[in-house]
């Protein structure tokens, strides 16, 4: 690993060493412009994209990653993408096998920042990725996942907030992962949300505000640049941008009272980055352009009406949401004219890349304009210390991720967050001395996080681990008959059913699963092990409870509240509408029971 000597003068000649030398970060600007004044167009055009790659290392993919990057990258490794377009960001996915294990994922980033800063002019790379916990994780175990959004919100702890963004941005930061594109500021209002639901910390404005702010607080006060998303706010549409273009049908009142109050809150407490939203607000802009390609909303509302000045990155620009008017060679220049400063995922780099250097050739774009994106971004890397300290180590990773105090701390916040929905004639706590064998059936969702999973396997153990005799058999989101006369059958044969749902609604097996295990006389408890709306479909079951995601960490929380070792204290952060009439409430925001009552 080169020394830190050999680094600085890879940045630029030595100017990089007092970057970071103290002070705002506005006091570097002058150093800062200086690197951009040495920058060829190329290289700036290049920095202001943070694209995918394939692969657990900079220099050496497995071969079919490696036939991977070539087929949608040109290139066959990170180090290559690097060379070829001096890309200023590289986003880690799971699914592109970049996240296989803390050490592993620190190797690799040191590989990509070797990579870069042995170029002409080198520059750290600001490496990021979505790990937002719960169902949106990309580095799982041995890392430490805590209970996402919507789980927090139920917690209703600004101190959980904040100590679960300061331990999970020290782990982030441990592996070389300086970005985090969390937490997610949008305000779910819409039970039917295909693409938010419990990413969002809930239904009220002003808790999900104070949650935002603490989370940025923690990641923070780490050294990981937090990023709230997905602006100017993504929490009332039936549609998911990945695949469509929500409309949201706000008025101006209602997103200045609703949707912005979270990115309020992001902007007072300093946030570092602010993603935007592939979505239609007719409200903010009347022209049919997504929020991601709208110069009033991202440069009149973000930048002059909240008065923010970091750094803006689109969602990703391989989104339908973003797509389904220009085409993708009009989509980045439109962005970066719009006021965005990182350029996320386009579907083809080599577009997007040349034609933003093509609108900065023919005067589409000024050399001013990228400089203005530039700087912020580059401010962003100087703030985080990459200039002087790219590199990690691996007694970094060992001292750091996945420590027993971390995951202690987990597990507390977890029991925080469960929330009793319903408890007739009060069935739980259920007691081994009363209801030694149990049967655990439901949804196997896969894993959303790399840990060990399936729900139904976690759940059996972590109840067997608290003395009762457990045996799982998954059922699946849409069990057949065949599947459900097999679970109520194994019904017959224990003193109580667990049984985790999914997403159910009134047309769905797994409504009709659990209505037949009610109907055997056995006492069944529920879990909705991710939106917490099931509960209305299922008017049968006496204990219903919501452990918001299906991760372990949750899971093994809601285990211990049916043993009762610690009590339920979570309550909704969303409203429950009954079934047979939506405009009416079943459960308010605030509802959860306790042992007590």
Known sequence: MPSRR?????????????????????????RLRALISRMTPEEKVGQLFVMRVYGHSATAP????????????????????????RVGGIIYFTWAHNTRDPYQIAALSNGIQRASLEQPRGLPVLIST????????????????????MAVGAG?????????????GAELRATGIRQDYAPVADVNVNPANPVIGVRSFGADPGAVASLVAAEVSGYQRSGVAATAKHFPGHGDTAVDSHFGFPVITHSREVWENLDAVPFRAAVAAGIDSIMTAHIMVPALDASGDPATLSHPI???????????DGVVVTDSLAMEGVRTKYGDDRVPVLALKAGADQLLNPPSLDVAWHAVLAALRDGELTEARLDESLLRVLRLKSRLGLFERPYVSRSQVTRTVGTAAHLRAADRIAERTTTLLVNEGRLLPLSPRTHRKLLVVGAD???????????????????????????????????SAAVVDRAVAAAADVDAVVVGTYNVTASNSQKTLV???????RPVVAIAVRNPYDVAQLPSVRAYLAAYSWTDVELRAAARVIAGRVAPRGRLPVA????????????PVGHGLSYES
């Not at 209505?515 to 006389?521: D, F, I, P, V, Y």
């Open 130 to 149: 979505d790990q937002e916990h719960g169902t949106v994780t990309r580095v799982g175990e041995p890392a430490t996942l805590f209970p996402g959004a």
């Open 576 to 587: 429950v509408q009954r079934a047979d009439d939506p405009a009416r409430v079943l459960f």
């Open 445 to 479: 969702p896969a894993s959303p996080s790399g840990t060990t999973g399936p729900p139904t396997g976690v759940l059996a153990a972590a109840l067997t681990e608290l003395g009762f005799a457990a045996t799982a058999l998954s059922t699946g989101t849409t069990p």
């Open 298 to 308: 991202l440069t009149g509302i973000l930048r002059g009406q909240l008065g923010y």
């Open 6 to 30: 050999t680094v600085l003068a890879a940045t630029a000649g030595g100017v990089a060493a007092a970057l970071t030398a103290g002070g705002p970060a506005h006091a570097d600007d002058r």
């Open 156 to 168: 209703r702890s600004r101190t959980d907030a904040r100590n679960l963004g300061r331990i999970a």
């Open 515 to 521: 209505e037949r295990l009610t109907a055997t006389g």
């Open 62 to 85: 497995d071969q079919a990653d490696a036939d991977a990057n070539l087929a949608e990258i040109g290139v066959r490794t990170a180090a290559e993408l690097i060379a070829k377009y």
